[in-house]
């Protein structure tokens, strides 16, 4: 093969998922590193595929980058895949392939799954720009600014999240984005126990209560964007909670519906809700 950087995309659950091309490279290349040795060697194992490996987790992907630069220079091709799916995409590799790339390296894309395009598509939420968020912090008060800053994108956003946190960050989805927005919920995609729904967000914590086993596993979560009508109501609630900061309630509401032509009596509601 030619020397160079492969970065290979691997299945996010079912083995059957790997691409002919991808086979090919493992297969040709001198060495494999990977994100995780132990799981990479058992995908290669079920893959019939055995190859010198390499270690390269984030904490030492630029110590890394320089070992495999060395190996390239001297004439080699390295394949570099993550756990599963495609490198960099919420997974290390990006560090990597910038070394590489500013060595004057060649680096190529074999491109296959990935759990944010496998959610997006039989979502039912595509709505032709859609926003990659990954995964959001994992402390209330910095996930909720996140949150808020994506809410009045009208691209579907697209999120990952672990099982330790599913319940919080749905709560969180909730409060900062409205309870009628849609979500579809993927869990485990393509492995056994797979499940997948499309609900309101206001529905989410029902149908976490309803099976337990609704808390395991990986997630990728698709909220809808932001309609014109929500990015409108988005606008007087911060010109809402602005005058509130200042003014009694009803004073606030009174202005906010006279600058944003909503009615002051939902405005108002608004508020007293927020406070009860």
Not at 48 to 65: D, Q, T, V
Not at 104 to 117: F, N
Request: proline share 4%; glycine share 8%; net charge neutral.
């Amino acid at each position: 093969m030619t020397r160079g950087l492969y970065v290979v995309a691997t299945p996010i659950g079912n083995l059957g998922d790997i691409t002919l091309r991808a086979l090919e490279v493992l297969r040709q290349v001198d060495r494999v590193a990977a994100e995780d040795t132990r799981v990479t060697g058992r995908m290669l194992s079920g893959l019939g595929i055995s190859k010198p490996m390499l270690s390269i987790r984030e904490h030492n992907e630029r110590k890394g980058a320089d070992k495999i630069i060395e190996r390239i220079r001297s004439g080699e091709a390295v394949a570099y895949v993550s756990d599963a799916g495609t490198p960099a995409i919420s997974d290390p590799g990006s560090r990597l392939v910038e070394a590489v790339r500013m060595a004057g390296l060649g680096v190529v894309s074999i491109p296959g799954a990935s759990a944010a395009t496998a959610a997006l598509s039989v979502s039912g939420l595509s709505q032709g720009a859609w926003y990659f968020a990954g995964f959001l912090p994992p402390r209330q008060k910095a996930r909720r600014e996140v949150i808020a800053s994506l809410k009045n994108l009208g691209a579907s956003l697209v999120f990952y999240e672990a099982p330790h946190r599913i319940r919080e960050t749905l709560a969180d989805l909730q409060c900062m984005l409205g309870s009628e927005r849609r979500i579809f919920i993927a869990r485990e995609l393509t492995k056994q126990f797979e499940e997948a729904a499309l609900m309101r967000l206001s529905e989410t914590e029902a149908w976490l209560n309803g099976n337990p086993y609704r808390e395991k596993g990986e997630f990728v979560l698709v909220v809808e964007g932001a309609t014109e009508e929500r990015s409108g109501l988005a606008e007087a609630e911060t010109i809402l909670r602005t005058l509130a900061g200042e003014l009694p309630a009803s004073q606030a509401a009174r202005l906010a519906a006279k600058i944003t032509g909503r009615k002051k009596s939902d405005l108002y509601a608004l508020l007293v809700n927020e406070h009860d």
